[in-house]
Structure formats: structure tokens, C-alpha cells
């Protein structure tokens, strides 16, 4: 980090915004490789670049609103192998407290192998994972006070749904949230009780089938009748973001597209982390979400995650694009 970025993070540090914010989700190791077109099946192809990364949607999250200035908390299982290792070195770099993290012995990181197209900005992804969940014996040791904002994974439902009603029991007025990214065998019982739904595209066209695609705001709004969130974003990449406010209509806010797409990796764990930063600050639902797309927009004109808040921050100022940060 530069003298100007700690500066700034420092300024953010001591602003009456930060939050007390724990994240419940997976961190996982992405083996990054670049490579200038997508190679078709049974190719064999050189890599232009290769990095190592701290992912996970959850960690990926948390790991931009410490950038944006919160205290965050990670709660999810850490193996005890290098890659553990380096998950946790990374998380607490960040300034990310992993104390509430659960430890496996023997266990395997979960791994990614990320193929990322130069040409496009996409990525492949091939996930492997042999590596218990957090489940909710484990999360009913993590003390319940002081938090400003719980954030949940959409992953293993039935452990996950009993952790969501601990919180909305102990705390009727912290805010909740829980994104929905695939769908998961009794996922239904997380609609009930967050505050906010972060719903993926993936998710949204397995739950309501291929048509969510021709109008998602006639999925949303049924979508809505199932679930006690009063606000639903549903995030659509190139497409922007649909939104809806419990009674009022949907809102569809375009990308916000940078001038070449670099990395696409995470870009929605970083609308996820946009949004919740928003409405933390007291943004208007709309605002939240056009702020959030804004700073996934930036992400994808740069590679990784570090500095988003700064980028932001100078675009904001009208300084310039963000300017695409350093590869990692
Ligand atoms: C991006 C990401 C990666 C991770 C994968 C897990 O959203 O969190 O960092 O490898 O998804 O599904």
C-alpha cells in the first residue's frame, strides 16, 4: 500500500462510518491463470501470467469493506495446511479478525483454478473443495454483540438457516443479509429472516428458470412474496442490477462498464460488499446499489481487489477512472 492509500484508509478509519461487520462464508485459495483467449476443450495453452489470490465470496466481500473502511470479522473453517496459511495471513493483513474462524486439522483448502480471459475479461472457474463447513454449533460460540451487520452465504442451508434465526432472534434490529448464488438443496429456509437479498444471476435463472432472463422483474417481484427481506438486488454483469424495495416497483440500474474489461473475478462478492457499505452509511436503497455498481464496474477495469476504495473515491472526486490497479 502507498503513503496516499494508507492515508486515506486511516481517514476512514477514524470517520464515524465504520461498522462492526461479520461476514459467515467461505475464504478459498484462486489459482489464477491468464491467458489471451479461453482455450477450446483438449487444448493445450501458456499461461501469459499466473497468480495466487485470497477468494471466496464471503472473504472476497469482507476483504472490500475493509477496504472501505469497516471492521470486519470473518467466521468460516480454515484449513490447517499452507494454503490455510495464507488465507489467514491475507484476511489479517487486511486488517480482518479470524479469531471467530474454526480450524481443521487435516483439512484441504479449498482450492479454485481460475482461467481468466485476456480477450474478455472472463473467468473459468473449477472449484475443488474437501473441507467441512462452518456449521451452527459452531457459530452459537461467536458472541452476538456489538455487530452493525451480519452477512450471510447462501451455502450449506440447513446449518445456515438455524445461524440466520439465532441472529434474528438475538438481534431484531441488526441488520442481516444473505446472498444467493447457486441453488442449494433447502436453500428456501434462508429467505426467511435476513434483511436484504443478494441474489446472483446464476441463482435467479435456476430458481425461476431460463424466462427470469427475458424480465427478472417479474421473477423479483414473486421472488419478494417468499422471502421477509424488503430489499432484493439481483445482479446481471454487463446487464447492471434489478432492484426492488419492498411495495414499490422494481428498479433496473444499467453497469457501469470500464473501458477495457480486465478481471471479472469477484465482481459480484464486490457489488455485494458495495451495496451493504451503502445502506451502512445510510444510502437510500438506490443509491447503495448505483454506488455498488459503480465500484463492481471499477473492479472489473482492474485485476483483484486491492484499492477499490481509493479508486472509487477518486472517481467520485472526478480525478480520474479509478485507475487500474497493480496485477497482483
Ligand atoms: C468469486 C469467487 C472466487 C472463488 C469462487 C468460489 O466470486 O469467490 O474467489 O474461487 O468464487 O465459488
Same mark, same amino acid.
Given at each position: 500500500?502507498?503513503?496516499?492509500?494508507?492515508?486515506?484508509?486511516?481517514?476512514?478509519?477514524?470517520?464515524?462510518?465504520?461498522?462492526? &461487520?461479520?461476514?459467515?462464508?467461505?475464504?478459498?485459495?484462486?489459482?489464477?491463470?491468464?491467458?489471451?483467449?479461453?482455450?477450446?476443450?483438449?487444448?493445450?495453452?501458456?499461461?501469459?501470467?499466473?497468480?495466487?489470490?485470497?477468494?471466496?465470496?464471503?472473504?472476497?466481500?469482507?476483504?472490500?469493506?475493509?477496504?472501505?473502511?469497516?471492521?470486519?470479522?470473518?467466521?468460516?473453517?480454515?484449513?490447517?495446511?499452507?494454503?490455510?496459511?495464507?488465507?489467514?495471513?491475507?484476511?489479517?493483513?487486511?486488517?480482518?479478525?479470524?479469531?471467530?474462524?474454526?480450524?481443521?486439522? !487435516?483439512?484441504?483448502?479449498?482450492?479454485?483454478?481460475?482461467?481468466?480471459?485476456?480477450?474478455? !475479461?472472463?473467468?473459468?472457474?473449477?472449484?475443488?473443495?474437501?473441507?467441512?463447513?462452518?456449521?451452527?454449533?459452531?457459530?452459537?460460540?461467536?458472541?452476538?454483540?456489538?455487530?452493525?451487520?451480519?452477512?450471510?452465504?447462501?451455502?450449506? /442451508?440447513?446449518?445456515?438457516?438455524?445461524?440466520?434465526?439465532?441472529?434474528?432472534?438475538?438481534?431484531?434490529?441488526?441488520?442481516?443479509?444473505?446472498?444467493?448464488?447457486?441453488?442449494?438443496?433447502?436453500?428456501?429456509?434462508?429467505?426467511?429472516?435476513?434483511?436484504?437479498?443478494?441474489?446472483?444471476?446464476?441463482?435467479?435463472?435456476?430458481?425461476?428458470? /431460463?424466462?427470469?432472463?427475458?424480465?427478472?422483474?417479474?421473477?423479483?417481484?414473486?421472488?419478494?412474496?417468499?422471502?421477509?427481506?424488503?430489499?432484493?438486488?439481483?445482479?446481471?454483469?454487463?446487464?447492471?442490477?434489478?432492484?426492488?424495495?419492498?411495495?414499490?416497483?422494481?428498479?433496473?440500474?444499467?453497469?457501469?462498464?470500464?473501458?477495457?474489461?480486465?478481471?471479472?473475478?469477484?465482481?459480484?462478492?464486490?457489488?455485494?460488499? !458495495?451495496? &451493504?457499505?451503502?445502506?451502512?452509511? !445510510?444510502?437510500?436503497?438506490?443509491?447503495?446499489?448505483?454506488?455498488?455498481?459503480?465500484?463492481?464496474?471499477?473492479?472489473?477495469?482492474?485485476?483483484?481487489?486491492?484499492?477499490?476504495?481509493?479508486?472509487?473515491?477518486?472517481?467520485?472526486?472526478?480525478?480520474?477512472?479509478?485507475?487500474?490497479?497493480?496485477?497482483?
Amino acid at each position: 500500500m502507498n503513503t496516499r492509500h494508507s492515508e486515506q484508509q486511516a481517514a476512514v478509519r477514524d470517520s464515524p462510518t465504520r461498522r462492526r &461487520i461479520l461476514g459467515v462464508g467461505i475464504a478459498t485459495l484462486d489459482l489464477i491463470n491468464t491467458v489471451a483467449v479461453y482455450p477450446p476443450e483438449d487444448a493445450e495453452v501458456r499461461a501469459a501470467a499466473q497468480r495466487r489470490a485470497r477468494g471466496g465470496n464471503c472473504a472476497n466481500t469482507l476483504a472490500v469493506l475493509a477496504d472501505l473502511g469497516h471492521a470486519c470479522a470473518w467466521a468460516g473453517t480454515l484449513a490447517e495446511d499452507a494454503g490455510g496459511a495464507f488465507l489467514q495471513a491475507d484476511l489479517s493483513a487486511r486488517g480482518i479478525d479470524c479469531r471467530q474462524a474454526v480450524r481443521v486439522p !487435516g483439512g484441504i483448502s479449498p482450492t479454485s483454478y481460475v482461467t481468466l480471459s485476456q480477450a474478455t !475479461g472472463s473467468r473459468t472457474i473449477v472449484h475443488y473443495r474437501d473441507l467441512p463447513e462452518l456449521d451452527a454449533a459452531a457459530f452459537a460460540r461467536i458472541p452476538l454483540d456489538g455487530w452493525h451487520w451480519i452477512h450471510f452465504e447462501g451455502r450449506n /442451508p440447513h446449518e445456515t438457516g438455524q445461524m440466520l434465526a439465532r441472529c434474528r432472534r438475538a438481534l431484531p434490529r441488526v441488520p442481516l443479509s444473505v446472498e444467493l448464488e447457486k441453488p442449494r438443496s433447502g436453500i428456501e429456509s434462508l429467505l426467511r429472516g435476513p434483511d436484504l437479498l443478494l441474489i446472483a444471476r446464476g441463482f435467479a435463472l435456476a430458481d425461476g428458470g /431460463p424466462g427470469v432472463a427475458d424480465d427478472p422483474r417479474v421473477y423479483l417481484t414473486e421472488l419478494a412474496k417468499r422471502t421477509t427481506a424488503d430489499i432484493l438486488v439481483l445482479g446481471w454483469g454487463e446487464a447492471g442490477a434489478w432492484l426492488l424495495v419492498r411495495a414499490t416497483a422494481p428498479l433496473h440500474l444499467p453497469a457501469s462498464v470500464p473501458e477495457r474489461v480486465v478481471d471479472t473475478l469477484g465482481a459480484g462478492d464486490v457489488l455485494n460488499a !458495495g451495496m &451493504i457499505d451503502g445502506l451502512l452509511r !445510510g444510502a437510500s436503497p438506490t443509491d447503495a446499489l448505483t454506488r455498488a455498481i459503480a465500484l463492481a464496474g471499477l473492479k472489473c477495469g482492474r485485476s483483484g481487489f486491492d484499492g477499490l476504495a481509493a479508486a472509487i473515491r477518486r472517481t467520485e472526486a472526478g480525478d480520474d477512472q479509478g485507475q487500474p490497479g497493480p496485477d497482483r
